[in-house]
């Protein structure tokens, strides 16, 4: 075992919390060999993670496919400013199912459906936020423009890409930029 696997060992023996069992779990996701509890007193079992079924769902060909099938519809169309625009009716227009939709998007964009849409609506309220002709839409307008169907979800989303709120990503902008003195 090792020390991480032994400091847990004893910590869930010794600990009564089960909060706090759970935290050591949840702290170090990333570890190949995770410790599982079950529900019973200081059962460990240990579990190797799992090869992810979906990758070998879609040959690689059509993953190319669908790839570039996917980017068509939601960039190139802009399906992502669609609020009620769902994996499923992605599959449906690309006439396949959304299982593969989703293997497709986690395999070749390394994300969830919903992060990939996001992404896109960011860049877009990013845009928006800048542009001068916007500058006096509400926050909660340039969020229903691009596609979230609450403010919430936009703030975390764009707090989550940009590590800054909406507001002082505008502010950022807006604020009349220093001149640089030209030597004579």
């Known amino acids: 075992m090792t020390n991480y696997k032994l400091f847990c060992y004893f910590f869930l023996q010794r600990c009564t919390h089960l909060q706090k069992k759970y935290y050591i779990c949840r702290k170090y996701p990333n570890l190949t060999v995770k410790i599982i509890m079950s529900m019973a007193k200081y059962n460990i079992i240990e579990r190797k993670e799992k090869e992810a079924g979906y990758r070998n769902l879609v040959s690689p060909e059509l993953m190319d496919d669908l790839k570039e099938k996917i980017l ?20 449906a227009d690309l006439g396949t199912n959304s299982r593969y939709v989703s293997a497709v998007i986690n395999v070749r964009f390394h994300t969830n459906y919903t992060s990939f849409v996001n992404k896109y609506r960011i860049e877009e309220a990013m845009s928006i936020l800048t542009d001068k002709r916007y500058q006096d839409l509400r926050i909660e307008d340039v969020s229903d423009m691009v596609g ?4 919430q979800s936009f ?12 507001k002082d ?10 001149v640089a003195k030209k030597k004579s």
């Open 148 to 151: 979230f169907s609450n403010r």
């Open 169 to 178: 990503y505008r502010n950022q902008f807006s604020q009349p930029q220093p």
């Open 155 to 166: 703030y975390a989303s764009f707090y989550k890409i940009m590590g800054v709120k909406p």
């Open 72 to 91: 068509n519809i939601i960039v190139m169309q802009k399906k992502y400013k669609d609020k009620n625009y769902s994996a499923k009716q992605l599959a």
